[in-house]
């Protein structure tokens, strides 16, 4: 069995000539969320993967072998209940509030501009229809949002801070500072939409 013990978040730094010879690993969400799995990768070899502990292993990352070699992660398609804004009865605000309740209830939630995908959970799903949205079953890979408090991020490379208490060039000269801890419950009307 080949150790893997590095990852790369996206390949970022790695020629793309090697990664195009690369082995694949392919992973469902269940896996790429521990930090120590078996695994088999695209030419057979068995791995045992023990990355840092909390460490998440998202679709294009690229692990690295105690050999050297380095493989492609490709996040399997999997069973998913995609919820989308009822065209006729909604808004997309309602995926907003959807996110919400999905959120107090901790449920691993991927956000996308047109759609919210999870887990299949046949409750939810009839929470969501409750609250008029559309939900269907699909085949496809999961990436969830990894949470605020969560280290290394959705891997996007976005290199900006969130801090408040900045413009937001609207033509209104207010500031606003944001601190929030846990458990505060908070509600923001600033008259002005982001």
Not at 67 to 88: F, H, M, T, W
Not at 144 to 160: I, W
Not at 161 to 178: E, I, L, Q, R, Y
Request: charged content about 25%.
């Amino acid at each position: 069995m080949l150790t893997v013990n590095k990852l790369v978040p996206q390949g970022r730094g790695l020629a793309s000539v090697l990664l195009k010879r690369a082995a694949e690993v392919e992973l469902d969400w269940d896996v790429r969320s521990r930090s120590r799995f078996d695994a088999t990768d695209s030419t057979g070899r068995k791995l045992g993967v023990f990355l840092p502990r909390g460490q998440v292993v998202r679709g294009g990352d690229v692990l690295v072998a105690e050999d050297g070699s380095l493989l492609r992660v490709v996040a399997k398609p999997q069973p998913l209940l995609v919820v989308r804004p009822c065209s006729e009865h909604g808004s997309p605000f309602d995926l907003l509030r959807a996110a919400y309740h999905l959120g107090n209830r901790h449920v691993q939630l991927e956000l996308q501009p047109d759609r919210l995908q999870l887990e299949p959970d046949h409750v939810l799903a009839d929470l969501l229809r409750q609250m008029h949205l559309i939900v269907s079953e699909a085949q496809a890979p999961f990436e969830p949002e990894a949470g605020a408090y969560a280290s290394g991020g959705h891997g996007h490379g976005h290199g900006h801070s969130h801090a408040h208490g900045h413009d937001h060039g609207h033509g209104n000269d207010h500031k606003h500072d944001h601190a929030h801890g846990h458990g505060h419950d908070h509600d923001h009307d600033h008259g002005h939409a982001h």
